[in-house]
């Protein structure tokens, strides 16, 4: 059994929990982080689903995610919302020292998620089994056992994989900057998406592309090309998977919906 981790997500939890505010003078504050706790926290959450899983630290692959990715190149405004948002202090070199260790994982042009869905699909290791540790519901769209921090692991079906897969094709993904249907929510997206009928991919993408239609019309706005549009929410919310991403010359084989 193999765990693969979305180690931003974990370290970047165990940095916050650790970081502190210190007044040096009136009026004069900074942040202060000890490395060594974060670390060790980190740790004792690995030791914690090594434990219910029954396998090895060996056995954890810790996946980072790379400062370029491809999706910027599909879309340069994507997670340009997030600029602002400073990580806590010290993250870079914690993340770096992982890097130097066995088991850790980052590829040009990808991110921790993706990684985590390749591994996920990977035909070797995916018959050895692979456990997904992300609170990302991204990763809803790969099936699977999942698990975070203090949650009970769940299973993911591949039904249900894929219909969340054309859900997220509808929703997108505010916090990325993925704006997704124009006045379709969650609710909407999932009502459309469970009267797919998942045995006719090439219907079930021309619903996706009528949804972005009918939106456009409805609500006045100017996507250009509905079936564009909707193919570039498509690739910048979908999770790679086996076969998408080649890690010797770390190119990524863009999704394409199936045709007749």
């Known amino acids: 059994m193999k765990i693969a981790i979305d180690s931003d997500m974990l370290l970047f939890r165990a940095m916050s929990a650790t970081e502190v505010e210190i007044e040096l003078e009136a009026e004069v504050w900074t942040r202060h982080s000890e490395l060594p706790h974060a670390r060790e926290m980190y740790w004792e959450q690995c030791e914690a ?31 340009a919302n997030r600029k602002s948002k400073p990580k806590p202090i010290g993250f ?32 070797d290791l995916k018959e050895e089994g692979v456990v997904i540790a992300t609170l990302d519901k991204d990763l809803k769209q790969i099936p699977g056992i999942h698990v975070w921090i203090d949650n009970e692991p769940y299973e993911v079906t591949p039904e249900d994989a894929e219909r969340f897969t054309y859900q997220q094709y509808l929703v997108g993904d ?11 929510g969650a609710v909407t997206a999932e009502r459309i998406v469970q009267k797919l009928d998942l045995s006719q991919p090439v219907d079930c993408w021309e619903t996706i592309v009528r949804t972005y239609e009918e939106a456009q019309r409805k ?20 999770i790679l998977r086996y076969g998408d991403y080649n890690f010797t010359t770390h190119e990524v084989k863009l999704w394409n919906p199936p045709t007749r």
């Open 174 to 184: 505010a916090t990325d900057g993925v704006p997704g249907c124009p006045g379709v």
């Open 49 to 79: 689903w090594c434990d219910l899983f029954e396998c090895k630290l060996d056995d954890l692959l810790h996946c980072f995610t790379d400062r370029s990715t491809f999706r910027k190149e599909v879309d340069p405004s994507y997670k």
């Open 92 to 123: 870079k070199a914690l993340k770096n020292q992982f890097l130097e260790g066995s088991g850790a994982w980052l590829h040009r042009q990808i991110e921790a998620d993706d990684l985590l869905g390749i591994f996920a699909t990977m035909p």
């Open 219 to 238: 609500k006045n706005v100017d996507l250009y090309d509905a079936h564009e549009y909707a193919l570039r929410q498509a690739r910048l919310v979908r």
